[in-house]
Each structure stands twice: as structure tokens, then as C-alpha cells.
């Protein structure tokens, strides 16, 4: 069983990476930068989870990291956000199936550096992936 979700989660990161991920667009302000990454996973309970990251990096050097799921059939569960495989913070599902995490270095939080290519994975504590994208 734990072979077949590794499996699951692994064919959706891949299929998020291939067919999901989205390239950077420059913000409106000069200077300022934002990428974007579609999140998408394998079923849960007849549900499809997906999602969306956002990163900006403004002109004076501050990053903002914004990462939305939604129809994740796991009310109250506690999940992981990884970026390029390390974990940058969690996010709780709720009643609505859906859960965000939001980290601002403007308010002291640490914000990695998120570029072309960096991974963005969603997974419950087992390390079970539930949805996943590239920026």
C-alpha cells in the first residue's frame, strides 16, 4: 500500500511538473518578480486536490510565498509545504476541503528563494504527497 501511494504521488508530481507548471511573469512594477506553479495531485477519496503557489520577489529584495489547495478530502489534517524538497511551513485543511499557507519576509518569516524550476509539494506527515507543481 505504501508502494502504491509513493507511486501515486510521485506520477503526480511528475504529471504537475510536465503539464501544470507555469513560467514566471514579471509583476507590473519594475523590479519586481512573480512565478507561479499549478498544484495538482492523485485522487483522495473521489476527490482531485489542486492548487496553486505563488511567489513574488519585490525590487528592495523581500519575497512573499503564497501556496492554495483546495478539494483535499482530509478535514483537519495538517500538511506539509515543501520547497525544492525542504519544508518552508504547514497548512491545515479545513471544513471547505481547502487549506493555504503565507509566509512574508516583511514579517520576519523566512521566504527561500524560489526561481524557474523550483518544486513545490504539498504532503501529510507520512511524506505521502497531495498535490505538487513546478514554478
Request: net charge negative.
Given at each position: 500500500m505504501t508502494t502504491k501511494r509513493f507511486l501515486t504521488g510521485?506520477?503526480?508530481l511528475l504529471l504537475a511538473s510536465i503539464t501544470m507548471g507555469l513560467s514566471g511573469v514579471a509583476n507590473g512594477k519594475a523590479g519586481d518578480a512573480k512565478l507561479t506553479a499549478?498544484?495538482?495531485?492523485a485522487s483522495i477519496n473521489r476527490m482531485v486536490p489542486k492548487g496553486v503557489a505563488e511567489s513574488r520577489?519585490?525590487?528592495?529584495g523581500s519575497r512573499q510565498l503564497k501556496v492554495q489547495v483546495e478539494n483535499v478530502n482530509l478535514i483537519g489534517t495538517t500538511l506539509d509545504v515543501l520547497i525544492d524538497n525542504a519544508k518552508v511551513g504547514?497548512?491545515?485543511?479545513?471544513?471547505?476541503?481547502?487549506?493555504?499557507?503565507?509566509?512574508?519576509?516583511?514579517?520576519?518569516?523566512?521566504?527561500?528563494?524560489?526561481?524557474?524550476g523550483s518544486s513545490c509539494v504539498v504532503t501529510d506527515q507520512a511524506g505521502t504527497t497531495i498535490a505538487a507543481g513546478t514554478f
Open positions: 510521485s506520477l503526480a499549478r498544484l495538482a495531485g520577489t519585490r525590487a528592495d504547514e497548512l491545515t485543511i479545513s471544513a471547505v476541503l481547502a487549506g493555504e499557507l503565507q509566509l512574508n519576509t516583511n514579517d520576519g518569516q523566512a521566504v527561500p528563494p524560489i526561481g524557474r
